[in-house]
Every structure is written in structure tokens, then in C-alpha cells.
């Protein structure tokens, strides 16, 4: 085999090879997850905290900053919010972190961060089947928020 004929066989070789790591890398790792179980707000009723079956922990209202709690309130109060040109608009899961859904699913809402010269990184996202996630990283990482507690 000439020199030649060998370097292009060993660069195709090395391109299949990167080809196929890729794919399998890209199949074989989705959104991280968690091991947390849905946490149940009324034994006796038997319902969950919508979003717990995200594999998201699950975290009270109560034990997030307080700001969330008052952003938690102008949500319910329909506003009026801080930040209206951002709050209650589309979240758009580009980062993948939520379940799935389509557009239009997540509206958020933005949980000010006390000595920000600017909205911060933390937000409320909201759902359509009355799920609440918190995130304080600006979408790295969420938790499901049980508003009840």
C-alpha cells in the first residue's frame, strides 16, 4: 500500500471513529436527573406536588430566599411584576433542564437578587399543569418549588 493511500486510510478511520464516539455520546447522555420521589402534600388526598415526577428534587417554598416567596405572590396576584417586559413571558427550555413540552408551556418570572445591579440569576418557572420550578444559577440547574410549604 502507497504512503498516500495509507494517510487516507487512516484519516477516514480517524473521522469514523470521532463520528461514532459522537454518536454515542449523544444518545447516551440526556438531562441530568435526579433520584428524588415525588413529595406528597396530603397523604389522604394522595396528591403530589405538580412537577415532582420530573426527576427534579423537590424543595418547600418556605426553605427558598425569600424573594421567592414574594415573587411567588405577584404570580398568584397576577402582578404587577418588576420586571414587566420579562416577567411572564415564554421560557423557552433551551437549556433542556425542564420536561419537554411545547412552546409556550413555561412562562418566567424573575426572583430578584438583593445588591444586583440587574435582574440576577434566579427566576421562577411556571407551567401549564400548575408546576413551579427555582432555579439561582439562570437555568443550570432547577428544583421543583411545593408552594404549599
Do not use: C
Request: hydrophobic letters at 35%; aromatic letters at 10%.
Amino acid at each position: 500500500m502507497s504512503p498516500g493511500r495509507r494517510l487516507t486510510v487512516a484519516l477516514v478511520g480517524l473521522v469514523a471513529l470521532v463520528v461514532v464516539g459522537w454518536f454515542f455520546k449523544d444518545n447516551s447522555s440526556g438531562p441530568p436527573t435526579q433520584t428524588s420521589k415525588p413529595v406528597v402534600t396530603s397523604a389522604a388526598q394522595g396528591e403530589t406536588v405538580p412537577g415532582a415526577n420530573s426527576g427534579l428534587n423537590v424543595e418547600a417554598l418556605s426553605k427558598l430566599p425569600a424573594e421567592a416567596g414574594k415573587t411567588w405572590k405577584l404570580i398568584e396576584a397576577k402582578g404587577p411584576f418588576p420586571y414587566p417586559r420579562n416577567d411572564g413571558v415564554t421560557f423557552q427550555n433551551r437549556e433542556k433542564r425542564l420536561p419537554a413540552k411545547d412552546s409556550g408551556y413555561y412562562k418566567e418570572y424573575t426572583v430578584p437578587t438583593p445588591g444586583s445591579p440587574d435582574r440576577g440569576a434566579r427566576r421562577i418557572v411556571t407551567g401549564s399543569e400548575k408546576e413551579v420550578f427555582y432555579t439561582g444559577d439562570h437555568y443550570s440547574s432547577f428544583i421543583v418549588v411545593d408552594v404549599k410549604k
